[in-house]
């Protein structure tokens, strides 16, 4: 839990959640937090002992200990992006999410809605920006129309995202973009219901969650809205058996197609009765607030099910 990016706070929300769910008669469970100034396995008296990340060993009191498994709960840069993927892939050592090029695949809107389209999966009108790049307003509009979304390619938890009503404010909402990535995708802003739909491997089957409606009070679905109540979250979502057999078969499509593991969880929106993706995300939030641990428990999942699950998964892919 933790990681390098501006999602630090929550992942390690998610990865507190995590470990007080775990079954005790199943696992041991050591929680290793990874930050900027190192990474260390935090006690349950909350000191801090320095991980070994040449062999991702932890010696406590003398004993070396090494993992049979890491639960991810990481969202953003090390383990959302591939890099945590890569690393433990190279050490042999399972993991709950997915494999390092799907990790970094989904992280980057861009490039994932570009693989995705030859499928099927519809996405917004956009237009690419990377630093250094000339800004053409102008051109930027014609193109997408306004309003629009400025959002940094590679961020979570609607981190760098600006809604544009009006052509002087891009600009701005562009520089905001940067302060999170160096890489930006402008969208036209759809209007219609959003909903979020977690798809996971549960017991060996693809399964795919009740999908939540998300209703926002704010412009649209940001950190706000997210994570200090300013949106309701309606799990099962309000929509047509239309809508829900499109997003649902759009959402396992996509799953099915990047050969995705562990648990994933895709944002749509709907132009009338047509799912358009957003986003997909592979450490999607654990928090009591987060969407999916809803999804998992109208779908009559417990937490600690949906954990036991994703372990279980994970050690029986490395055999």
């Known amino acids: ?50 991980v070994n990340r040449h062999d991702f060993s932890v010696t406590i009191r003398e004993e070396r200990v090494t993992f049979a498994c890491v639960f991810n709960a990481i969202h953003g840069t090390p383990g959302e992006d591939g890099y945590l993927q890569a690393y433990l892939a190279l050490l042999n050592i399972p993991h709950t999410s997915c494999n390092a090029y799907q990790a970094a695949l989904t992280f980057n809107k861009r490039d994932l809605l570009s693989v995705l389209k030859p499928y099927g999966v519809l996405s917004a009108t956009s237009y690419y920006l990377n630093l250094g790049d000339p800004i053409n307003v ?5 193109k997408v129309g306004l ?46 219901i959003e909903v979020s739909v977690g798809v996971i491997k549960y017991k060996g089957e693809t399964k795919v969650l009740p999908i939540t409606e998300i209703v926002t009070e704010n412009d649209f679905f940001d950190y706000e809205a997210k994570y200090e109540g300013k949106s309701q979250e309606i ?85």
């Open 235 to 319: 799990t099962p979502a309000r929509i047509s058996k239309t809508q829900e057999k499109k997003v649902r078969a759009m959402a396992q499509l996509a799953y099915d197609t990047l050969k995705m593991k562990g648990f994933s969880r895709s944002e749509f929106i709907f132009v009338d009765d047509t799912p358009y993706m957003l986003e997909m995300n592979t450490t999607p939030g654990l928090t009591a607030e987060s969407i999916l641990p809803e999804q998992a428990r109208i779908a009559g999942i417990s937490l600690s099910a949906l954990f036991e699950s994703a372990i279980t998964e994970a050690l029986n892919e490395n055999e």
């Open 147 to 192: 309003p629009c979304f400025v959002k940094a390619n590679k961020a979570g938890s609607s981190f760098g995202i600006t809604k544009v009503h009006k052509k002087e404010h891009l600009k701005k909402a562009i520089t905001h973009a940067y302060k999170e990535d160096d890489e930006i995708i402008i969208e036209t802003a759809l209007n219609g």
């Open 1 to 50: 839990m933790g990681g390098y990016s501006s999602e630090y706070e929550i992942s390690v929300k998610s990865g507190n959640v995590v470990y007080q769910n775990l079954d005790r008669s199943l696992f041991n469970p050591y929680r290793i937090l990874v930050a900027e100034e190192g990474w260390t396995y935090l006690d349950p008296q909350e000191k801090k002992h320095p």
């Open 138 to 142: 102008d051109k930027i509009i014609k």
